[in-house]
């Protein structure tokens, strides 16, 4: 059974950075995604935005929120089993619960998801 632990979230104020990490083990499909998600307050668990994800062959992709174009950078390293989101220039938006996910690529919605880790809150203040 797949098991994803994330951490590094944190409360930081408007411009500051986080590192996020999960570390995933069990067996994941090669044809599969690993990635993040994020549940804004106020959502739902159908209202998770897809944030990134990334492939076994390392190729990236970035859901549809326009506001972390250039800002957010997703990263594996396979020989630590942990996926990795850089998140730069936060902004008070950016709060939410983040989670790391498994599911089919590219991963850009909650039915593509297989497996939810528990979440990791980021707060950012103006």
């Known amino acids: 059974e797949v098991q994803l632990v994330e951490s590094g979230g944190g409360s930081v104020q408007s411009g500051g950075s986080l590192k996020l990490a999960c570390v995933y083990s069990?067996?994941?499909?090669?044809?599969?995604?690993l990635g993040w998600f994020r549940q804004a307050p106020g959502k739902g668990r159908e209202g998770r935005e897809a944030?990134?994800?990334?492939?076994?062959?390392?190729?990236?992709?970035?859901g549809y929120i326009d506001s972390i174009q250039g800002r957010f950078t997703v990263s594996r390293d396979n020989a630590k089993t942990t996926l990795y989101l850089r998140m730069d220039d936060l902004k008070p938006e950016d709060t939410a619960m983040y989670y790391c996910?498994?599911?089919?690529?590219?991963?850009?919605?909650?039915?593509?998801?297989?497996?939810w880790g528990q979440g990791t809150q980021v707060t950012v203040s103006s």
């Open positions: 996910a498994v599911g089919l690529c590219p991963m850009l919605g909650v039915p593509d998801v297989v497996k």
């Open positions: 069990g067996y994941i499909h090669r044809n599969y995604c």
């Open positions: 944030v990134a994800y990334i492939d076994n062959a390392g190729n990236t992709g970035y």
